[in-house]
């Protein structure tokens, strides 16, 4: 038995619709009800009810049965077709078989036989106030469940944006708490020369080379297996037995308490020899153009200085009256000079040719391997397609689960009716 207190509770932030023709029983049910309820709303009759019913947002309709111009089962059956989960009590003097059965068909909460028996009222009032408090929180758990399916989805579609990101610059592996290769990327296949088939279940030291000090295999053991990140460059070799370098991450994936390490995940960004040569041999070329510059300013600026020395000479012997003979051997003096400084400009025009060509046969090499980023770019947007298809697959499977957890709340509700 529910005492007023335990009822009050429940009902104290609630609002009620409270029916009824005969005024006096009225009252005192009106004064029962506003010591439970934050606010409650009287009409006389079923008309009337509904038209406030239509106006208001009401937890609790509590109704006669027989009134004049709109019977409380009829107002019931109108307010049933706003709001098919409506709270309704019926109060009725009759005890007749047809008008619970009515009731029921209408999916009343409760039935009240007068003369009121308030023990009985609180009882029925506090199992339909936990009700709704059961609805509403049924309702927020569905609103949060939503959220957090929306935000999984989000969180889904980011990291398959930062897979994509990874997948194009980057060499992805993992492997289980023993080394053995579980997961590689495409990009990883192309730069080993292995295929996913043959990586699969081997162990990830098969791309191990022989120059690698085993200290730095041990450092990096010792740091992931408890539970840090390493960093540093790795040198590695292809199935071929080429060498390729790179700067490499590796870090442990931890169970879902993270107590546990399950896996490693390593990833890896190439720094090969060659890209290193390339880069110093591009340096070179600048390096010697800015040379060359240099030094054809230094011939033309020797160049002027003799021009205007023979100039001078000339003015000088001229007027000192010397002869045509010593004017001309000093000349050629000067025009040897000149022609040596000119044969070197043009073995330095050479050299820088020569270096302009490798630079341009450097270009066309890295011409060819841009074809063939676009070709691995296409490959990567057929994988994309299928993530975008496995998503919408995943995205009909959570809204199947909405679909069971939905009829599960209403299966609940039932029982609680019952």
Same mark, same amino acid.
């Given at each position: &038995?529910k +005492?007023?207190k335990?009822?009050a509770?429940?009902? +104290? !932030?609630?609002t009620?619709?409270?029916?009824?023709? *005969?005024?006096?029983?009225?009252?005192?049910?009106?004064?029962y009800?506003?010591s439970?309820?934050?606010?409650v709303?009287?009409?006389?009759n079923?008309e009337?009810?509904l038209?406030?019913?239509?106006? &208001? =947002?009401?937890?609790?309709?509590l109704? !006669?049965? +027989?009134m004049?111009?709109?019977g409380?089962?009829?107002?019931?059956?109108?307010?049933?077709?706003? =709001?098919n989960?409506?709270s309704?009590?019926?109060?009725s003097?009759y005890?007749?078989i047809k008008l619970?059965?009515?009731?029921?068909?209408l999916?009343?909460?409760?039935?009240?036989?007068?003369?009121i028996n308030? !023990? !009985?009222m609180n009882?029925?009032?506090?199992?339909v106030?936990?009700?709704?408090e059961n609805?509403?929180?049924?309702?927020? =758990?569905?609103?949060e469940?939503?959220?957090?399916?929306?935000? &999984?989805?989000q969180?889904n579609?980011e990291?398959?944006?930062?897979?994509?990101?990874?997948d194009n610059?980057?060499?992805v592996?993992?492997? *289980?708490?023993?080394?053995?290769?579980?997961?590689?990327? *495409?990009y990883?296949c192309?730069?080993?020369?292995?295929?996913?088939?043959?990586?699969i279940?081997s162990?990830?030291?098969?791309?191990?080379?022989?120059?690698?000090?085993?200290?730095?295999y041990?450092?990096?053991?010792?740091?992931?297996? =408890?539970?840090n990140v390493?960093t540093?460059?790795?040198?590695n070799?292809?199935?071929?037995g080429e060498?390729?370098?790179?700067?490499?991450i590796?870090?442990?994936?931890?169970d879902?308490?993270?107590?546990?390490?399950?896996e490693?995940?390593?990833?890896?960004?190439?720094?090969t020899?060659?890209?290193?040569?390339?880069r110093?041999?591009?340096?070179?070329v600048?390096n010697?153009?800015?040379?060359l510059?240099?030094?054809d300013?230094?011939?033309n600026?020797k160049?002027?200085?003799l021009e205007?020395?023979?100039?001078?000479?000339?003015?000088?012997?001229l007027?000192? +009256?010397?002869?045509?003979?010593?004017?001309?051997?000093?000349?050629?003096?000067?025009l040897?000079?000149i022609?040596?400084y000119?044969?070197?400009?043009?073995?330095?025009?050479?050299?820088?040719i020569?270096?302009f060509?490798?630079t341009?046969?450097?270009?066309?090499?890295?011409?060819?391997?841009y074809?063939?980023?676009?070709?691995k770019?296409e490959?990567?947007q057929?994988?994309?397609?299928?993530i975008k298809?496995d998503n919408?697959?995943?995205?009909?499977?959570?809204e199947k689960?909405n679909e069971?957890?939905s009829?599960q709340?209403?299966?609940?509700?039932?029982?609680e009716?019952?």
């Amino acid at each position: &038995m529910k +005492n007023l207190k335990e009822v009050a509770r429940t009902t +104290n !932030d609630y609002t009620i619709l409270y029916v009824e023709d *005969d005024i006096e029983s009225a009252k005192i049910i009106i004064e029962y009800l506003s010591s439970l309820f934050r606010e409650v709303v009287f009409a006389e009759n079923g008309e009337q009810g509904l038209g406030l019913y239509k106006q &208001m =947002n009401f937890d609790i309709v509590l109704t !006669d049965i +027989n009134m004049p111009v709109m019977g409380g089962l009829d107002m019931s059956a109108e307010i049933k077709k706003i =709001n098919n989960s409506q709270s309704i009590i019926i109060i009725s003097a009759y005890s007749d078989i047809k008008l619970f059965i009515s009731s029921i068909q209408l999916s009343i909460d409760g039935y009240i036989i007068k003369p009121i028996n308030f !023990d !009985d009222m609180n009882n029925l009032l506090y199992k339909v106030g936990k009700k709704i408090e059961n609805f509403r929180q049924n309702e927020k =758990n569905e609103k949060e469940l939503k959220k957090f399916v929306e935000k &999984m989805s989000q969180k889904n579609t980011e990291l398959a944006q930062y897979r994509e990101i990874l997948d194009n610059v980057a060499v992805v592996s993992i492997t *289980d708490k023993n080394g053995v290769i579980t997961y590689v990327n *495409d990009y990883f296949c192309e730069v080993s020369g292995y295929f996913k088939e043959e990586l699969i279940g081997s162990n990830h030291n098969i791309l191990s080379h022989k120059d690698t000090p085993k200290n730095i295999y041990k450092n990096l053991w010792e740091t992931i297996q =408890n539970g840090n990140v390493w960093t540093g460059t790795l040198k590695n070799r292809t199935k071929e037995g080429e060498t390729y370098f790179g700067k490499t991450i590796i870090m442990p994936i931890y169970d879902d308490d993270h107590e546990k390490i399950n896996e490693y995940i390593s990833v890896k960004f190439l720094t090969t020899q060659e890209e290193k040569e390339k880069r110093n041999f591009k340096k070179k070329v600048i390096n010697n153009y800015q040379e060359l510059r240099k030094n054809d300013y230094e011939l033309n600026k020797k160049n002027k200085y003799l021009e205007k020395t023979i100039e001078k000479l000339n003015l000088e012997e001229l007027h000192k +009256n010397t002869t045509i003979s010593q004017i001309s051997e000093k000349n050629k003096k000067l025009l040897s000079q000149i022609t040596f400084y000119e044969s070197e400009a043009r073995k330095k025009d050479l050299k820088f040719i020569k270096s302009f060509e490798a630079t341009r046969a450097t270009l066309v090499k890295t011409t060819d391997l841009y074809k063939k980023t676009l070709v691995k770019n296409e490959s990567i947007q057929e994988e994309n397609t299928f993530i975008k298809k496995d998503n919408r697959l995943k995205n009909i499977e959570i809204e199947k689960l909405n679909e069971r957890i939905s009829k599960q709340s209403s299966m609940i509700a039932q029982l609680e009716k019952s």
